[in-house]
């Protein structure tokens, strides 16, 4: 029965007409499509049991997490789904009470409202990450809840004080506060663990090093004192200092800088001394020696640092050289070196003489086989006096050679000396250089021998044919044309005459100018030479035509046929087109001498046949420069700013004909309506002529703008362009209504006067008024009240 019920109760609800107008309405609102029995079953009205049909997720609000779980109830508290408020805080109390606002999710998962692991993840991205101990910290450690009982997030602090501010007070070993620590505790302290703290003590003034780096803090900080505790080593060590005595440090008076010879705090004793940071360095055998070898009498400052002071025994009983004897300097360090004592080597480089070539390899007995060594003589001669005085090639006493040795031998070879000529009145060039000391001292005369090239060569002189140097008298100063590298070939240097020889007479030979035997006193003239060359020229014909014998005038030696004149040297230097005129274009009728320099002379013709403009007729002058060019023959320009009309404005682009197509050039007017009397004639706004416009168009045009002319009205009539009238009209119709006389005016027809009534009225009592525009100018020329 049951189930007959329920399917009947089903088809009324299909029934139409009667039965569907007792329909219920969805008490689930309008959000809910699905029918009844989606969730209902005739079973049971309740509990409902929702359909796999119905998806909570297209609602804008999947089930997920916890949700998945939840009653419909526990979020539905109405029957109308569609009332239902989708943030979290409808549903969940709001323990941060507004301090984070209403989007939970940034924080809380589906999952679980306290999802820790969410909430971690979300404080790496904020203010302090989670590292460490921390990371496993209750939220509730470092967010306690305020007074109104929510947890505190905003503004929390994020330095280690701001939590641990009680933990640095009550530390006590050390002591942060009475040793004023930096309330910074990751200088010492790590998230890892806060026990077991590490001080960075390389960021003090004290960095630990060596030994320093296993001592505890209370090994130097036993008194509590961190700050500004000292640093040198003797604040701590002074103890040991006092009780050392090998060496004895105070009785030395070593100083207190421990770390002077206690280096690198590896290990304190075994110190070291370095000595290379005295006045006394140690080197060589000195290196291995004890302190004691030195001071044995235990003087350490001030101690001696002359080598005699240790070794003046040595030095006493030294019998090979006897130092004391011979008066060697008791400084050891001139012969001896700290790597080796015995062997001493003596720097004769530090003497007057130092040892070279043979010297160098002599042993000391080899000069000094006297025992002398202070004072001996540096002169060669000191010791090789018997080698001078046996030479026989040449003999050096006999022909009186000086004993400086050292000007003819060295110490490199004594043997075969040589002779420096170039220290002497003649020095050695050329074939000189080869030849033997016999060639020009054969006589056996070495001193105030002649220096003059004749002394030797006087046959050669007297035997020269080619040319007789004897019989021409040349001079005997062979130098002049011979040289020691070539004797014969002699070159004879013209440049040193008063004739020097250039381009062509280079290649000549002496017999080409000097063919009369003749040499002193040849004429240097061209002439001379070319008087031939000058009488059968014919062109130009130099003889008839009267030019000079001067040849150089346009011959030169580079380059004698196709002479060139300098035209620039007379009265009328070439340029332009006269350049490239041959000689005949201006000298065809053979004169050169006294030719007209004036252009007409020439160009006579061109003048004669100008017709545009018509040179002749027009008066115009023969100067043909002063239009003509020799650049530019045709295209000439007329400097028109030489005349009494300079041209200005639109004048400089207007064509000559233009202004002087009456063909009249000179005595033409120079007034304006000369050329413009037409546009004087034919102006209407305004109209010149029946106005009374005087003629001298300059008064209110210019040559730059012809149109749009300014008159001065100002001045001479009616301000116009300032004070009270100025841009109050717009053309001169608006004053001058009759174009045919300017002379007329109206003032009271564009005046704020025209009301007649009203200006009889201000002008009442005045003497003369009249309402007439020639009765308020006789009062107002100036456009004034008055």
């Known amino acids: 029965m049951r189930r007959l019920a329920w399917v009947l109760g089903v088809l009324a609800l299909l029934l139409p007409g009667r039965l569907a107008a007792q329909r219920t309405d969805n008490p689930h609102g309008l959000s809910v499509a699905a029918t009844c029995i989606a969730c209902h079953s005739p079973a049971g009205w309740r509990p409902a049991v929702i359909s796999r049909v119905f998806q909570h997720a297209p609602r804008t609000f999947p089930l997920e997490g916890a949700h998945a779980t939840t009653s419909c109830t526990s979020c539905h508290q109405s029957l109308d789904f569609s009332k239902v408020d989708r943030t979290c805080a409808s549903c969940h109390q709001d323990v941060h009470k507004g301090e984070f606002g209403t989007q939970c999710a940034r924080c809380h998962t589906a999952r ?221 360090s001139t012969c001896h070196g700290t790597t080796r004592w015995l062997g001493a080597v003596f720097d004769h480089a530090n003497t007057r003489f130092p040892l070279t070539g043979g010297h160098a390899g002599s042993a000391c007995n080899d000069c000094h086989a006297d025992g002398v060594y202070a004072g001996r003589s540096l002169e060669c001669v000191s010791c090789h006096q018997d080698d001078y005085a046996k030479t026989t090639n040449p003999p050096h006493g006999a022909a009186g050679f000086v004993t400086t040795c050292a000007s003819c031998h060295t110490t490199v070879q004594w043997t075969g000396g040589a002779f420096n000529h170039a220290t002497t009145k003649f020095p050695l060039t050329g074939a000189h250089l080869t030849a033997g000391c016999n060639t020009c001292h054969g006589d056996g005369v070495y001193r105030g021998k002649p220096t003059t090239c004749l002394s030797c060569h006087q046959a050669d002189f007297a035997a020269t044919a080619n040319p007789p140097h004897a019989t021409l008298g040349f001079p005997g100063t062979c130098e002049t044309c011979h040289t020691t590298s070539a004797w014969a070939g002699a070159v004879f240097d013209h440049a040193r005459t008063a004739f020097p020889l250039t381009g062509g007479h280079m290649a000549a030979s002496c017999n080409d100018c000097h063919g009369t035997g003749i040499y002193k006193g040849t004429p240097t003239a061209c002439v001379s030479c070319h008087q031939t060359d000058y009488n059968n020229t014919a062109n130009p014909r130099h003889a008839t035509s009267g030019f000079g014998t001067t040849c150089e005038t346009c011959h030169t030696t580079t380059q004698w046929a196709g002479a060139v004149f300098n035209h620039g040297a007379t009265q009328f230097p070439l340029t332009g087109a006269h350049l490239a005129a041959s000689c005949l274009d201006c000298h065809a009728s053979g004169v050169y001498k006294g030719l007209p320099t004036a252009c007409a002379s020439c160009h006579q013709t061109e003048y004669d046949g100008t017709t545009n403009p018509h040179h002749a007729a027009a008066g115009f002058t023969t100067l043909c420069a002063a239009c003509h060019t020799t650049t530019g023959w045709p295209g000439a320009t007329y400097n028109h700013n030489a005349t009494s009309f300079p041209l200005t404005g639109a004048h400089t682009t207007a064509t000559c004909l233009d202004c002087h197509a009456d063909k009249v050039y000179n005595g033409k007017p120079t007034t304006c309506v000369s050329c413009h009397q037409a546009d004087y004639n034919s102006t209407t706004n305004p109209r010149h002529s029946t106005s009374g416009f005087p003629t001298s168009c300059e008064t209110c045009h210019t040559t730059t703008q012809w149109l749009g002319a300014t008159f001065n009205h100002d001045g001479p009539y009616f301000p116009i362009y300032s004070g009270k009238h100025l841009q109050k009209w717009s053309s001169c119709a608006d004053c001058h209504q009759n174009a045919g006389n300017y002379k007329q005016f109206e003032c009271i027809l564009c005046h704020e006067h025209s009301d007649k009534a009203k200006v009889d009225a201000d002008h009442k009592g005045r003497s003369g008024y009249t309402y007439t525009s020639m009765g308020c100018y006789s009062c107002h020329p100036r456009g004034t009240k008055g």
């Open 112 to 332: 679980t409202f306290t999802d820790r692991a969410t909430m971690a993840q979300a404080h790496q991205a904020g203010r302090f990450p989670l590292l460490g101990a921390h990371a496993t910290v209750p939220c509730e450690s470092c967010h306690t809840p305020a007074r109104n009982g929510q947890l505190q997030f905003v503004n929390r602090p994020v330095t280690c004080f701001g939590c641990h501010a009680a933990t640095f007070r009550d530390a006590r070993s050390p002591d942060h506060s009475a040793a004023r620590f930096s309330p910074d505790c990751t200088t010492c302290h790590t998230q890892v663990s806060w026990a077991g703290a590490t001080f960075d003590h390389n960021t003090t003034r004290f960095p630990l090093a060596g030994r320093h780096l296993a001592v505890t803090c209370q090994g130097c900080h036993a008194d509590g004192a961190y700050q500004g505790k000292p640093t040198s080593c003797a604040s701590c060590h002074q103890a040991a200092y006092d009780a050392s005595v090998e060496p004895p440090h105070a009785a030395a008076r070593f100083p207190t800088l421990c770390e002077s010879c206690h280096q690198g705090a590896e290990t304190w004793k075994g110190g070291t001394f370095d000595h290379a940071a005295t006045r006394f360095a140690l080197t060589g055998a000195h290196k291995a020696a004890t302190c004691a070898d030195c001071h044995g009498d235990k003087v350490y400052v001030g101690k001696s640092m002359a080598c005699a002071s240790c070794h003046q025994a040595d030095y006493d009983a030294t019998a090979n050289p006897p130092h004391a004897k011979a008066g060697f300097s008791a400084t050891c």
